[in-house]
């Protein structure tokens, strides 16, 4: 397998692009960059220093991630036995995935967007995520909605269209 790069796709030093990672038209993808494999990312994205999309996540068109946002990473799904203890990390299913769901997204530095454990993640179209925010696995976020900084979205959590989450 091979990657598939689109035209007028500027790919910058020192960057990994995995075999069957699909990468739209005029995508700009900055040093030091991860796309993992099978990742499909859309036309016209800007992927900053740093940032990693890991496998079979997609990104749709014009979406934006800054530097060190990760998107598709393992959650946080550790379970624990009868006295407490940790006994075993959950499971998490093959093929589910972070999902950027729509066009115009931009997902701030430092913030992660988990896959999914049972169900895919999705954020919507035009939605916004600020800098060192937090998307657990299965979380489904609506369209046009803004997430600012240090907020942090419990797995499995869902959120409608057109709104505003402000933490800190």
Do not use: W
């Not at 079979?56 to 068109?61: C, K, Y």
């Not at 657990?136 to 499995?156: K, R």
């Not at 269209?161 to 933490?167: D, T």
């Amino acid at each position: 397998l091979k990657a598939q790069i689109g035209s007028n796709v500027c790919i910058m030093a020192y960057c990994i692009i995995e075999d069957g990672a699909v990468i739209g038209d005029n995508t700009v993808i900055y040093p030091y960059t991860y796309i993992g494999k099978n990742a499909v990312i859309g036309n016209g994205c800007e992927l900053n220093p740093g940032s990693v999309v890991h496998e079979n996540s997609i990104l749709g068109n014009n979406v934006v991630l800054r530097a060190h946002a990760v998107v598709g990473g393992q959650g946080f799904g550790f379970s624990t036995d009868e006295q407490g203890l940790l006994s075993a990390i959950f499971p998490y299913l093959s093929g589910l995935v972070a999902f950027i769901n729509g066009d115009n997204c931009e997902i701030g530095a430092g913030s992660a967007v988990d896959n999914g454990a049972m169900n895919d993640t999705v954020v919507g179209s035009g939605t916004k995520i600020d800098n060192l925010v937090h998307v657990g696995h299965n979380v489904q976020i609506g369209n046009d909605c803004f997430i600012i900084a240090q907020t942090g979205i419990a797995g499995s959590t869902t959120i409608g269209n057109h709104c505003i989450l402000a933490g800190q």
